[in-house]
């Protein structure tokens, strides 16, 4: 079983940064994709971020040259460094993992349990 973790949401005055985190656990081979979302209520989830194992990044336009995801392979865990944060930006924060079994070429995508950011104006 591949459990995801994640911590670092709180509540931060617009202009103010968090550093999101996530962990994951378990028995696996491997990590391919590892992605930040958010999701407002009544809206739909929406990729605000990803890494492949090889640290090639993409991000939503309306978070480029504030967020920055880094992730550290040795240690299973994806990192969202939220800087300059707007009102917009409240909503509950989701890591998903493409995760490899091992003894297997497939990877399955695992969620963690989000956390909640909520800026203030």
């Known amino acids: 079983q591949v459990q995801l973790v994640e911590s670092g949401g709180g509540l931060v005055q617009a202009g103010g940064s968090l550093r999101l985190s996530c962990a994951a656990s378990g028995s696996f081979s491997s990590i391919n994709a590892m992605e930040w979302y958010r999701q407002d209520p009544g809206k739909q989830r929406e990729l605000v971020a990803s890494?492949?194992?090889?640290?090639?990044?993409n991000y939503a336009d309306s978070v480029k040259g504030r967020f920055t995801i880094s992730r550290d392979n040795a240690k299973n865990t994806v990192y969202l460094q939220m800087n300059s944060l707007k009102p917009e930006d409240t909503a509950v924060y989701y890591c998903r993992a493409a995760v490899v079994p091992r003894s297997s070429a497939l990877q399955y995508y695992y969620w963690g349990q989000g956390t909640q950011v909520t800026v203030s104006s």
């Open positions: 890494s492949t194992r090889g640290g090639s990044t």
